[in-house]
């Protein structure tokens, strides 16, 4: 495993990590990558061991999921309004930024009172993103539902991230994952492209678009006029699931080498995510484990094509 051939991550001070070209060419700038973790990694952590881990290894940004065991961020003390400040100074006196604050919502019912609902709930997590500071929140597109086409759902999506996006507080924008039934990047950018409204982006969750068929490359491509966000784990199919399990750096069928390479060349300046699916598969390894060989496998990529580039200068 990558992540296991790297130095222990509390040999690193935290530092921006640069990725120099592909190939071993060299840019006449670096290439500043960002690196968060989502909590849906560490679900039964507290926020303050959530702050002092990403802190201690590195990170420069968390994205929230779960804290001590809950989905349910709106119901967490942290994040009722009296005790904010206080949350929100936690990750400044780590300087940490929170980078997307991620609901469970989805767009796909073809009941337009359920859609008004989440609609409704999606505006109370961004009204949460704005007062942690975070630029994003993350909904899902999701799953066609019975009785419904592909393009009804598709068109349902689209009017409900209208509706959300026209009440979005003015320091917040909607995130579309590829995801689900949408994980594909050639149906989640014909939403983009139906919706056609600036405060509406997109989520790349590399392995779900591999899993849905993608390349690497070409869902690179795709993305790049809608991207605010990307999800990168590595993860392997198995055959009792249309998801692919997640796996350490390098055990698995996402290459981190040539995601790295496609995200260089996109020109992208946002969060790259460890979204490690921890909440959903209990059997994966511990966030203890899995948090610092991501980090650890990204900086050794690095520091590996910085140190061949310069061999080839």
Known sequence: MLGAQASSPASYDKVDVVYKGRQGSLRSQYFIMKLAFSTLGCPNWELGQIVETAGRLGYDGVELRAV?????????????????????????????????????CAFHSPDQSERSAQVDLALKHAELAAELGAPLIRIFPDKIQPGATRNETRDYIVE???????????????????HGDFART??????????????????????????????????????????????LRDARPVSTSEHWLPVLAGDGN????????????????GYVSFEWEKYWHPEIEEPEVALPDFINAIRKLQSDTTKSSCVNQ
């Open 186 to 231: 050639e149906t989640t950018t014909e939403i983009m492209r139906l919706v056609n409204h600036p405060r509406v982006r997109l989520i790349w969750d590399v392995a779900n678009s591999l899993a849905a068929g993608d390349s690497i490359e070409d869902a690179g491509e795709a993305v790049e006029p809608f991207l605010s966000h990307i999800h």
């Open 68 to 104: 001590a065991g809950s989905l349910d961020l709106l119901g967490r003390p942290e994040f009722m309004s009296s005790n904010l400040s206080t949350t929100r100074s936690q990750f400044e006196d780590r300087n940490l930024e929170v980078c997307c604050v991620d609901t469970s």
């Open 160 to 178: 409900s991230l209208r509706l959300l996006a026209d009440r979005l507080p003015g320091e917040v924008d909607v995130a579309l994952e590829t």
């Open 254 to 269: 996402v290459s981190f080498a040539e995601a790295l390479m496609t995200i260089e060349r996109l020109n992208y300046d």
